[in-house]
């Protein structure tokens, strides 16, 4: 059985994307039994979706300079 820390790591490190099928199921098994993992899981997300948007902005030119 998966620990909480173990899938925090493994999802945390990155390393649950290129995962082999069996840890994928016990990260899985883990989430569905595991509530705070669930919202850690919830939070990861949304953390990573606010960077890649963080990111995207920092690429575009500032359009207020010549204003």
């Known amino acids: 059985m998966m620990?909480?820390?173990?899938?925090i790591?493994?999802?945390?490190?990155?390393q649950l994307?290129?995962?082999s099928k069996g840890l994928k199921m016990q990260a899985a098994a883990?989430?569905?039994i595991c509530?705070?993992?669930r919202t850690?899981?919830?939070n990861?997300?949304?953390?990573d979706g606010l960077l890649e948007d963080y990111r995207q902005r920092l690429k575009q030119p500032d359009?207020?300079?010549g204003k």
């Open 3 to 7: 620990t909480c820390r173990d899938y």
């Open 9 to 14: 790591f493994i999802l945390s490190s990155g």
């Open 17 to 19: 994307d290129h995962a």
């Open 30 to 32: 883990h989430r569905m």
């Open 35 to 37: 509530k705070k993992c």
């Open 40 to 42: 850690f899981t919830r």
């Open 44 to 47: 990861d997300r949304a953390l």
């Open 63 to 65: 359009d207020s300079a």
